[in-house]
Nanobody, 121 residues
Framework: VQLQASGGGLVQAGGSLRLSCAAS????????MGWYRQAPGNQRELVAG???????NYAESVKGRFTISRDNAKNTVYLEMNSLKSEDTAVYYC????????????????WGKGTLVTVSS
């Protein structure tokens, strides 16, 4: 199972970016998906998560500015980021809880390699 993230880059404060992350490989299904971020010197933190049914949760710092969504048919999760601030600068990682086979008793965590988002003030 591989997660391929894209969409990072350099943007001015107040601007927008859209991240995408597609899962590929052999698996039975995907449960929750999410985006995490890690800024230099900081621990990795949850930015937003989404269940298979579309229920979402967000870090307080991004509520009202970021929107997570997913396309289950494409095994893809998105993160729309608006009103970006310098403090949003970080490497963003996608995460998926993958059920490998129909016989699997639980899901497993998979991570993308990360995509850098830099917000200039």
């Amino acid at each position: 199972v591989q997660l391929q993230a894209s969409g990072g880059g350099l943007v001015q404060a107040g601007g927008s970016l859209r991240l995408s992350c597609a899962a590929s490989g052999r698996f039975f299904s995907i449960n929750d998906m999410g985006w995490y971020r890690q800024a230099p010197g900081n621990q990795r933190e949850l930015v937003a998560g989404i269940t298979t049914g579309g229920r979402t949760n967000y870090a307080e710092s991004v509520k009202g500015r970021f929107t997570i969504s997913r396309d289950n048919a494409k095994n893809t999760v998105y993160l729309e980021m608006n009103s970006l601030k310098s403090e949003d600068t970080a490497v963003y990682y996608c995460n998926a809880k993958v059920v490998r086979t129909i016989l699997s008793r639980s899901d497993m965590d998979y991570w993308g390699k990360g995509t850098l988002v830099t917000v200039s003030s």
